[in-house]
């Protein structure tokens, strides 16, 4: 029986025997799990090799970060040495040692 067969069967026990607390339960649950099967196939998740293409993606995603963290590191990096050559170039013009560095 599937979902939807379930769902439906539940909503009808509910209209002719009243809806007590453990049949609006499982209307519940019926509908949810329908929903997410729903949702899974809509977004083409519902194969079978579905969990193995999102641990992949989520290892992509995982690297993705760690190669933008190491760049912006570089770059930092970078950018910290030139600095600190323009200070010390100004440093050594200032002392006078401006002759030496032409």
Do not use: C, H
Not at 58 to 83: H, M, N, P, T, Y
């Amino acid at each position: 029986m599937t979902r939807a067969e379930m769902l439906a069967r539940l909503i009808a026990q509910a209209e002719s025997e009243g809806g007590d607390m453990v049949t609006l339960r499982a209307i519940v649950e019926e509908a949810t799990g329908l929903g997410a099967e729903r949702v899974l196939t809509r977004m083409g998740l519902a194969d079978p090799g579905a969990p193995d293409d999102l641990n992949e993606l989520r290892e992509l995603l995982r690297a993705w970060r760690d190669a933008k963290a190491s760049a912006w590191k570089a770059a930092i990096g970078w950018v910290v040495r030139g600095v600190l050559a323009l200070l010390l170039f100004a440093i050594a013009v200032r002392l006078g040692f401006g002759d030496l560095v032409q």
